[in-house]
């Protein structure tokens, strides 16, 4: 891909700056703001979701089938389970207008979450225990009536999340796929880069379970929650579950982080409202338990953005940057240059397919484009100019110093 | 896939048969009724729906970029427009309940198009001649406030749609382009498999040209539009726009169809509205020129079941279909045969990567794996049981009878 054909521009100022990963991620092109809490994804920042998106995908196709839910669903659903009044992030849908309220006058939940959709859905296919356990994931665009829409991506109105639901024939099973869950979460992390500063923390059940739920949370200095974490057994709580006391006994270490996914056992709270049972070997009809999963993938995004930067730019891990190779042409009104420049981008694009962003503004100087690359955060920046003869020069987004190298050394090195 | 890890299953019978889209597809487990329009996408269903939206987006990148833009946006843009009181399918988004208006009292539009998100996008990257012309796309969830939803896939509240903008220096630009647009759209439908019996149609340009807009239809006994071709020039007309008395004059052909596209020259109606201006050459400001244009990508699934289908069941066309192979195993009880099945499974999914559904189902009987295959309507049915010792059972779905090959002979002459 080339700089001229993204269709959006670097930018040196901005108005949001409510955060570090907002600010960078707009300077760099990669989202724009339409109102607090609401994005538009650029190509740059496309690709990265995308990325992220089908890692989670890959790692839930182990333990799920993919399905994509209405985001708009009938109210009489959320009557059903008693929600309807009471999540306080809850939006719905009507006529903007009196011509559209004349022709539909319905009222309908915009959801910020599924299991009113997924539950009456399983219980249409999942009649004995043979159809059990059985799991269904999707991976969609969800609106909270956020009030302090916040953060960037990390707080967002309208946000990209990946939701999957459990369906058992007893409490034991749930639990048995709920650690397979954590399995497959760990082996997302890892996919994705971060699982070494990711941290497994107890938190509350809430009114689904005396159990604990758990968050897996991302150490992050700018991070918005607390973890308590026990020095000698390694336990991780959140604020709100931790032991008493246990800021001042000297046997926690305390630190921010920013919490990138959830897992929960629902048991049989939402199989009790829509009334779902399945026929047991024995003969008798039982209550189906349920668990749910969640990672929010626009909001790992944004954490990632707060984690990895430095006063330049972001630092993308490799798994997920917009691009693998920045290839910066200095020099470009020099058609001997330009042509030369051409010439390692198709080489460059033939080693390393659709992973290469060439910049090839002619107006640009060179401090802007080496400003440029250091703020969009590729893991790797390849200049060609007058002065590099037939060489390239090399550098290392998380390093300082280049390095000049011929062309297959560079592709020897570095494409796999 | 195994047919056991679907989670889904076909259905005999179905309360929604508003259409032969929604009863085949419903009754083959490729979506799920939620309420009226708006559908759940299953495994199955998914898979032909990403099929085809990656048709359009590999077509569309000849002539866009791809973004993502948020479907909740402030009833200010559409204010701006004047759009937000005349559009009779608006909806808008206020909280659900007490608790929610407590926190947030806000009220938002959710887009069913995004000439108000992407003209003040556009706004921000284009200053100068030098950035014109470009194109931004995006395929995403869209909601229309739908009085009548009906139809299946044909007519939803909540629908998948490619929607992409473009931006030029002069309507001669806009012109210039629009032919181009339309050269990608022949060829999308083409590698959709469904060119041959789509036309070009001229439709009103409504209040923003003179000029006709365009719809692409595709010729279907059950569509909703009529088309007037001229039997001469083959130019072909809506209703809205057909010559008085063409449907007497016997110079037109006369016949239903399914529209599957439109593009639309938008002029200066949302640059006004915004006060996009560029920079022109001569040093003066001037305004930019718009066009649109759709894409259905859910409708076109529901369009080619109605186009596509037999008394047994759909007949995906081979680019979209959601396996290539349905491999029937029969006679499972039987350990050998079992095993037999098993390995011409591992066999096929080699040589058709996770081109292959496996019917393994042990309960079911012969009849009903048949009726199932042709119902879910894959290209190329195989079967193995006991009868065909060493040999596969091999059978187009657009074709009646089977032939007996070896599997080598089958891999050969089907895999790519």
Same mark, same amino acid.
């Given at each position: 891909?080339?700089f001229?054909?993204?269709?959006?521009?670097?930018?040196?100022?901005?108005?949001?700056d409510?955060?570090i990963?907002?600010?960078?991620?707009?300077?760099?092109?990669f989202?724009?703001?339409?109102m607090?809490?609401?994005?538009?994804?650029?190509?740059?920042?496309?690709?990265?979701?995308?990325?992220?998106?089908?890692i989670?995908?890959?790692?839930?196709?182990?333990?799920?089938?993919e399905?994509?839910?209405p985001?708009?669903?009938?109210?009489?659903?959320?009557?059903?389970?008693?929600?309807?009044?009471?999540?306080?992030?809850l939006?719905?849908?009507?006529?903007?207008?009196?011509?559209?309220?004349?022709?539909?006058?319905?009222?309908?939940?915009?959801?910020?979450?599924?299991?009113?959709?997924?539950? $009456?859905?399983?219980?249409?296919?999942?009649?004995?225990?043979?159809?059990?356990?059985?799991?269904?994931?999707?991976?969609?665009?969800?609106?909270?009536?956020?009030?302090r829409a916040k953060?960037?991506?990390?707080?967002? @109105?309208?946000?990209?999340?990946?939701?999957?639901?459990?369906?058992?024939?007893?409490?034991?099973?749930?639990?048995?796929?709920?650690?397979?869950?954590?399995?497959?979460?760990?082996?997302?992390?890892e996919?994705?880069?971060?699982?070494?500063?990711?941290?497994?923390?107890?938190?509350s059940g809430?009114?689904?379970?005396?159990?604990?739920?758990?968050? +897996?949370?991302? @150490?992050?200095?700018?991070?918005?929650?607390?973890?308590?974490?026990?020095?000698?057994?390694?336990?991780?709580?959140?604020?709100e579950?931790?032991?008493d006391?246990?800021?001042?006994?000297?046997?926690?270490?305390?630190?921010?982080?920013?919490?990138?996914?959830?897992? +929960? $056992?629902?048991?049989?709270?939402?199989?009790?409202? +829509?009334?779902?049972?399945?026929?047991?070997?024995?003969?008798?009809?039982?209550?189906?338990?349920?668990?749910?999963y969640g990672?929010?993938?626009? @909001?790992?995004?944004?954490?990632?953005?707060?984690?990895?930067?430095d006063?330049k730019?972001?630092?993308w891990?490799?798994?997920?940057?917009?691009?693998?190779?920045?290839?910066?042409?200095?020099?470009?009104?020099?058609?001997?240059?330009?042509?030369?420049?051409?010439?390692?981008?198709?080489?460059?694009?033939?080693? +390393?397919?659709?992973?290469?962003?060439f910049?090839?503004?002619?107006?640009?100087?060179?401090?802007?484009?080496?400003?440029?690359?250091?703020?969009?955060?590729?893991?790797?920046?390849?200049?060609?100019?007058?002065?590099?003869?037939?060489?390239?020069?090399?550098?290392?987004?998380?390093?300082k110093?280049?390095?000049?190298?011929s062309?297959e050394?560079f592709?020897?090195?570095?494409?796999?």
């Open positions: 891909m080339k001229s054909k993204l269709y959006t521009k670097t930018r040196k100022t901005i108005s949001d409510s955060s990963n907002a600010k960078l991620l707009i300077q760099a092109g989202i724009d703001q339409v607090a809490g609401a994005y538009t994804y650029l190509p740059l920042g496309l690709r990265v979701l995308n990325k992220i998106e089908n989670v995908r890959q790692k839930m196709n182990a333990i799920g089938v399905v994509l839910m985001a708009v669903v009938p109210t009489e659903l959320w009557e059903k389970t008693g929600r309807l009044d009471t999540v306080d992030v939006g719905q849908v009507t006529a903007a207008n009196a011509a559209a309220k004349a022709k539909n006058d319905g009222r309908y939940v915009i959801s910020p979450t599924h299991e009113e959709v997924i539950t $009456p859905l399983a219980q249409k296919f999942v009649t004995s225990y043979k159809d059990l356990p059985c799991g269904y994931y999707q991976i969609q665009t969800k609106f909270r009536n956020e009030p953060s960037g991506l990390l707080r967002c @109105r309208e946000f990209r999340m990946k939701d999957l639901y459990s369906f058992h024939v007893s409490e034991e099973d749930l639990k048995k796929y709920y650690e397979q869950s954590k399995d497959a979460y760990w082996s997302m992390y996919a994705l880069g971060i699982k070494n500063d990711t941290f497994i923390v107890k938190a809430g009114d689904f379970t005396k159990d604990y739920s758990h968050e +897996f949370q991302l @150490r992050v200095d700018t991070g918005e929650d607390t973890v308590f974490r026990n020095i000698k057994t390694g336990e991780c709580f959140n604020k579950v931790a032991p006391g246990a800021e001042k006994s000297g046997e926690y270490e305390i630190f921010k982080a920013c919490e990138i996914g959830n897992i +929960f $056992p629902l048991n049989t709270k939402f199989s009790d409202a +829509f009334d779902f049972t399945y026929k047991a070997e024995d003969g008798t009809n039982k209550k189906v338990y349920m668990g749910c990672v929010g993938t626009s @909001r790992i995004m944004g954490v990632m953005v707060e984690k990895y930067h006063e730019g972001i630092i891990p490799e798994s997920v940057a917009p691009y693998k190779v920045h290839l910066v042409g200095l020099d470009l009104h020099d058609a001997e240059i330009s042509a030369k420049v051409e010439n390692v981008f198709a080489t460059l694009q033939k080693h +390393f397919p659709d992973e290469v962003i910049d090839d503004r002619t107006e640009a100087r060179a401090g802007e484009k080496f400003a440029d690359a250091d703020l969009v955060g590729c893991p790797l920046r390849v200049v060609v100019s007058r002065r590099s003869e037939d060489k390239v020069e090399v550098k290392k987004r998380n390093e110093e280049a390095t000049v190298m062309l050394e592709v020897s090195k570095y494409s796999n």
